[in-house]
């Protein structure tokens, strides 16, 4: 009995039928001007309107410090899935006590490989991670994988990778960025 429906061949060659996302590298004057940028993106023989998603990455020189104080014992709300049930439509659950940046950094080193801890010389075969997530949403395989992330949280409550205003800096060098027009707390205005 199937219990998918697209067997492992299907999803196999959908997967190797997916292209990479096109990714651009804008100049330092680019950069220094995001909507301008984004703007030549649209207008431009570009096109990126023809794409679902595009990758922009920073020049080298971008490299603004995490404005979130990994010691702190405040607790960000979470939404977890069982991947299992994905499937089957059931919703996100709420876990409201949640967890500090730390805890979450233990539970991730608890719970298998990840970019906080495997060597970077450890290359990560992202194809099979692919396979193997559909081989737990589509046909159930593995153990019950709950899945738990802190996401679309009031930054202003809980803080932000980027500084702001106001903000209590938690590393010096966070005052370089806190106007920078790439802060994604700046970015919408």
């Avoid at 999803?11 to 997916?18: A, E, H, N, P």
């Avoid at 089957?88 to 990840?114: M, P």
Wanted: charged share 25%.
């Amino acid at each position: 009995m199937q219990n998918s429906i697209l067997d492992s061949k299907q999803s196999t060659d959908l997967l190797q039928s997916i292209e990479e996302m096109k990714t651009y590298r804008p100049t330092e004057a680019e950069f220094a001007q995001p909507m301008t940028y984004i703007e030549k993106l649209l207008r431009t023989e570009h096109n990126v309107t023809q794409y679902g998603c595009i990758k922009i990455i920073p020049p080298p020189s971008f490299k603004p410090p995490l404005a979130f104080d990994l010691t702190s014992e405040q607790k960000l709300p979470t939404r977890y899935q069982i991947l299992q049930e994905l499937a089957q439509g059931k919703s996100f659950r709420q876990n409201e006590v949640g967890h500090t940046f730390l805890d979450f950094i233990n539970l991730a080193t608890t719970y298998g490989d990840n970019s906080l801890t495997r060597s970077q010389s450890d290359p990560v075969d992202y194809k099979q991670v692919e396979r193997d997530y559909w081989d737990h949403v589509e046909n159930g395989k593995g153990g019950i994988t709950k899945v738990e992330y802190a996401a679309d949280i009031n930054t202003s409550k809980y803080g932000s990778g980027f500084g702001r205003q106001g903000q209590k800096l938690v590393d010096p060098r966070q005052k370089d960025y806190v106007n920078h027009p790439w802060n994604l707390n700046n970015l919408p205005y």
